[in-house]
């Protein structure tokens, strides 16, 4: 399955949040929040690149769960 962006600017491929998280889109997979889709994210501190999913309602502030002590990431 194909990777693909969302509606929105913050859930786009290639969008990068204020926590330096790059959104890597999306295959449709259901997220955990109320009609969300997961998006693969992943962490560009260069001693991380920790990839992990998130809601696409997080992707704007989400941090890293392995280095900024974010929450764990969900299935993508």
């Known amino acids: ?5 969302g509606s929105t600017n913050t859930t786009r491929i290639g969008y990068i ?3 330096n998280q ?3 889109g999306t295959r449709g ?3 955990t929040d109320h009609c969300q889709v997961a998006y ?3 962490c560009l501190s ?3 690149l920790y990839e992990y999913g998130a ?5 704007f502030h989400r941090k890293c769960p ?3 002590n974010g929450n764990p990431g969900i299935d993508y």
Do not use: A, F, R
Not at 1 to 5: A, D, F, I, P, T
Not at 55 to 59: C, K, L
């Open 1 to 5: 399955m194909e990777w693909k962006s």
């Open 22 to 24: 790059l959104n890597n």
């Open 46 to 48: 260069p001693s991380c």
């Open 55 to 59: 809601n696409g309602t997080d992707v």
């Open 29 to 31: 997979i259901k997220g």
């Open 17 to 19: 949040n204020k926590n």
């Open 40 to 42: 693969k994210m992943k």
């Open 66 to 68: 392995k280095c900024q």
